[in-house]
């Protein structure tokens, strides 16, 4: 069985920079052709996709966001991390982590996804 | 890059069959098979129905199939049932990045 979490702060004051963990079981992240991305939702809007990391450490970031986004990955802990730079309220959102066993293709296990509000 | 486009809403009654459009452009729906699909409901996280255009993840329902026409993806969902009220959203992977749709609503009258 496929699981992910995220796991963060629920509450980032703007110009902060927000760190954000996603830990899975079920699968590697070192097997060839997997993927892991996030995908984020503000609220009542629809999904924007953020960042996708490869088994081979290849990274893919939305090119509206580029410039603020890192991801990395630990294997060894299953786990992967993405931050975001510079909060503005428009951030507000759930963030979801996914994973997909197609190269990044398309999503077919997601976490239950982590609301974080961007407010002084 | 600019989101795929996708009517705001559609409905129809159980029983019937219903289409939700995707139109994105030549260098994304049109340029590869790597068009999916997802349903979701309210406060939960979405769900994959269809992938690589027209393939449905194991177990999941036939009512649902997926096809596409250049520019253009398209969703169907036949003999429509009251748990198929959900919000859909297209997507289109490219070598670069991945574009999501702007969401369909469906009403099950």
């Known amino acids: 069985q496929i699981t992910l979490k995220e796991s963060g702060p629920t509450l980032v004051k703007p110009t902060q920079t927000l760190t954000l963990t996603c830990t899975f079981s079920?699968?590697?992240?070192?097997?060839?052709?997997?993927?892991v991305g996030w995908i984020r939702q503000p609220p009542g809007k629809a999904l924007e996709w953020l960042a996708l990391?490869?088994?081979?450490?290849?990274?893919r970031y939305s090119p509206s966001l580029k410039s603020r986004l890192t991801i990395t990955k630990d294997t060894s802990k299953n786990q992967l991390v993405l931050t975001m730079t510079n909060m503005d309220p428009v951030d507000t959102a759930t963030y979801y982590c996914?994973?997909?066993?197609?190269?990044?293709?398309?999503?077919?296990?997601w976490g239950q996804g982590t609301l974080v509000t961007v407010s002084p | 890059q600019s989101a795929l486009t996708q009517p705001a809403s559609v409905s129809g009654s159980p029983g019937q069959s219903i289409t939700i459009s995707c139109t994105g452009t030549?260098?994304?729906?049109?340029?590869?098979?790597?068009v999916s699909w997802y349903q979701q409901h309210p406060g939960k996280a979405p769900k994959l129905i269809i992938y690589?255009?027209?393939n449905r993840p194991s177990g999941f329902s036939n009512r649902f199939s997926g096809s596409k026409s250049g520019n253009t993806a398209s969703l169907t969902i036949s003999g429509l049932q009251a748990e198929d009220e959900a919000y859909y959203y297209c997507?289109?992977?490219?070598?670069?990045?991945?574009?999501f749709g702007g969401g369909t609503k469906l009403t099950v009258l």
């Open positions: 996914a994973h997909s066993p197609k190269g990044g293709s398309c999503y077919f296990d």
């Open positions: 079920g699968f590697s992240l070192s097997t060839s052709g997997v993927g």
């Open positions: 990391i490869y088994w081979d450490d290849d990274k």
């Open positions: 030549s260098s994304d729906v049109g340029a590869y098979n790597f």
């Open positions: 690589e255009v027209s």
């Open positions: 997507s289109s992977y490219t070598s670069i990045s991945t574009l």
